[in-house]
């Protein structure tokens, strides 16, 4: 029997997740535009200034994405001035990221509007559900996949 539309495309939780974080991303970027930092870019700071320094291996587990995405979406920052990768003094394979002054500088400037577009969202949605979705789809990463393992 072949699958019906709605098996294939309405059932598929990989799609729905995706088109609503498309649409959410879309959101929390233009409300970003007035720094120069994209979501993913202001996320990565938001971790990185709380921390003195961390592996990309360690960041890249925190934040549920692969190592090579994560050090792609450093380079900028890194040109920016924004973070340092360098080697671990104490294992040359393993490269240390750092927020600079500038990033965390880049950070708080940023910090009001992701407030803004936060508070908008959960007018929208309801702080009550928007704290179930960040639960659930926490959650989410517990169900046993390892999309990136070797």
Not at 1 to 26: F, I, Q, W
């Amino acid at each position: 029997m072949a699958p019906t539309e709605t098996d294939t495309v309405g059932a598929c939780n990989n799609l729905a997740l995706r088109k609503a974080a498309r649409y959410l991303s879309a959101a929390y970027d233009k409300a970003l535009t007035p720094t120069g930092l994209r979501s993913t870019q202001f996320s990565i700071l938001r971790h990185l200034s709380s921390r003195e320094e961390i592996t990309i291996t360690s960041l890249a587990e925190i934040i549920a994405m692969d190592r090579t995405t994560l050090a792609s979406n450093l380079k900028p920052l890194a040109r920016e001035g924004l973070v340092t990768v360098e080697p671990s003094p104490t294992d040359r394979r393993a490269r240390i990221v750092t927020i600079t002054p500038a990033g965390l500088a880049r950070m708080n400037a940023a910090l009001p509007h992701w407030r803004t577009v936060q508070a908008q969202f959960e007018d929208s949605f309801g702080k009550e559900k928007a704290a179930q979705l960040r639960s659930i789809l926490e959650d989410v990463l517990d169900t046993g996949f390892e999309p990136w393992a070797e």
